[in-house]
């Protein structure tokens, strides 16, 4: 289970029932923090940093997506050349890094779109790139009735992706009907640390 807090104008909220949920239900999830969340939630995100259920993960400094060429994904302009590469990683990197006392291992960008250089540039700074596997929420778009039918058909092995920053979303509500249900049919959950050997 991953979640991205992306940030930024309509944004920057965060949706408490969903980390309610994950607490009630003892489910580990691997957290995607956004510098721009970080800045508007500061309270929260050390919540979130000192819950052992959460592994917290970078997920960029303005939510660009990774491109040396400024590609753009969703209409969101990217990254252009090897240093805004550099400085949307790592800006955010050094911030988790103080924020939970330990150098994050995952990186997922803006749009979770990253090229083949950018993609190479963060394995060099030691960062293991992340998409995922299964989209449940089409960036907390989706009614709740869509969320918990995309998140129920999970199976081993894949990585959710959802967010945790839109309040007002279906995400919240179609996550708490598939997350039990899943559970239910004897599906376990975990960080992406956990799953994936170093």
């Not at 975990?190 to 799953?195: E, G, I, K, N, R």
């Amino acid at each position: 289970m991953t979640l991205d807090f992306c940030g930024g104008a309509g944004g920057a909220g965060a949706d408490s029932t969903i980390i309610d949920l994950l607490r009630r239900l003892q489910i580990p999830a691997t957290l995607f923090l956004n510098g721009r969340w970080i800045t508007a939630n500061p309270t929260l995100a050390q919540d979130l940093a000192a819950d052992a259920l959460f592994e917290i993960a970078n997920h960029g400094t303005n939510h660009y997506p990774l491109s040396v060429s400024g590609a753009a994904a969703y209409g969101i302009s990217g990254t252009e050349g090897a240093g805004s590469v550099y400085d949307e990683i790592m800006i955010n990197n050094a911030r988790l890094t103080e924020l939970t006392g330990a150098r994050p291992r995952f990186f997922r960008p803006g749009t979770a779109y990253l090229d083949d250089v950018a993609a190479a540039i963060c394995v060099a700074l030691d960062l293991t790139p992340t998409g995922f596997s299964l989209n449940a929420d089409a960036g907390a778009t989706y009614p709740a009735v869509t969320v918990a039918a995309e998140t129920a058909v999970a199976v081993p092995g894949n990585i959710i992706i959802a967010h945790g920053n839109h309040p007002a979303s279906g995400t919240g509500p179609g996550l708490a009907r598939a997350l039990p249900y899943l559970l239910a049919e004897g599906r376990t959950f975990t960080t992406l640390s956990a799953a994936i050997a170093p």
